[in-house]
């Protein structure tokens, strides 16, 4: 048979423990109601405000996405949208931007148009704008320096191309470079430089062998070679 546990005397004169800390822990709360409503209130605060900043950034990306592609519509619309008109209204559509790498995008899209306007001076600023914020080596940048160099070539301004060329060369990042190589070539041989065109499309030869491309190579060579 169990034997029964036989509470003492002392026993059932001690406080219950857990009386004793629920009992401590209500006292606390009621002597320090006024600094727990308090801590309460800025909880709730920072909770309601990160919602808020949440919700806003959410807003203001769908705006910018929406933004955006409003200008690749006026682009590829070239029926509707060309020249000056174009170009006014990306510019319209630019401005309603936040900083941040959505506007760096659609400031590429407004320079490519510039570009293919022939306003070689406004596309150089606007590809310049997206390469001083663009890290080196991003698509951003590659995008930007290949614009700066083409806008240069086609104002003839060869040295300033051949420059924008070697940036991209020197902060490849995962950017494909053979038509980039090329452009370098091309630019040293315009300025009549033949030597380092040589150079240049030697070493695509040996970075580029099995590129479908490099036929032009090989072409080039042979032209400059005589």
Known sequence: MAQETK?????????????????????????????????????????????????????????????????????????????????????????????????????????????????YDDALASFKIVSDKALPGTLNYYMAQSGMAHSFESKKDFNKAITHYKNIIEHPGESPLFHVYLGLARCYELAQDSKNALLILREMQTKFPEHAGLEKVNLSLKRLEG
């Open 7 to 119: 509470l003492k005397i002392k026993d059932l004169k001690e406080p219950d423990q857990f009386l004793v800390a629920s009992n401590s822990f209500l006292d606390v709360l009621l002597r320090n109601k006024s600094l727990i409503a308090i801590l309460v209130v800025v909880m709730v605060a920072i909770g309601g405000g990160y919602l808020f900043v949440t919700n806003q950034k959410s807003a203001e990306i769908s705006k910018m996405e929406s933004l955006y592609f409003e200008m690749t519509q006026l682009v590829e619309d070239e029926k509707e949208n060309t020249g000056e008109s174009l170009i006014s209204k990306l510019n319209t559509l630019l401005a309603q931007f936040e900083e941040g790498d959505q506007k760096s995008r659609a400031q590429l899209l407004l320079a490519g148009a510039q570009y293919k306007n022939k306003q």
